[in-house]
């Protein structure tokens, strides 16, 4: 079993920025690569970024290009979220997702496992 746990949301003004984590548990060598999501009210879960655990290959969507960064520790099992210059439309339930699978992917469906969420609130 393969457990994502992540931490580091809050509140933030506009322009802020704020680093979230994301920690990986149990049998970590099943999993190749980690993606992020989020989920805003009344909207559909959407990618933010993904990165393999071997390689460090990243890739995000358009939305936080530029803004936010990807990066991984492979001796702490741990992946990181930086996000820079954020915007109320960043405000969402933000997810870690682990994939079995060795090729970066933006849908949610070929993630194998999820952790429970943290909120980011950007305020303006």
């Known amino acids: 079993q393969v457990q994502a746990v992540e931490s580091g949301g809050g509140l933030v003004q506009a322009g802020g920025s704020l680093s979230l984590s994301c920690g990986s548990h149990?049998?970590?060598?099943?999993?190749?690569?980690v993606g992020w999501f989020r989920q805003a009210p009344g909207r559909e879960r959407e990618f933010v970024a993904a990165?393999?655990?071997?390689?460090?290959?990243?890739n995000y969507a358009s939305s936080v290009k530029g803004r936010f960064t990807i990066s991984r520790v492979n001796a702490r099992n741990t992946v990181y979220l930086q996000m820079n210059n954020l915007r109320p439309d960043d405000t969402a339930v933000y997810y870690c997702?682990?994939?079995?699978?060795?090729?970066?992917?933006?849908?949610?469906?070929?993630?194998?496992?999820w952790g429970q969420g943290t909120q980011v609130t950007v305020s303006s």
């Open positions: 997702a682990l994939r079995k699978g060795f090729i970066l992917s933006d849908n949610e469906r070929h993630y194998d496992y």
């Open positions: 149990g049998r970590t060598a099943d999993t190749k690569t």
């Open positions: 990165i393999s655990w071997k390689s460090g290959q990243s």
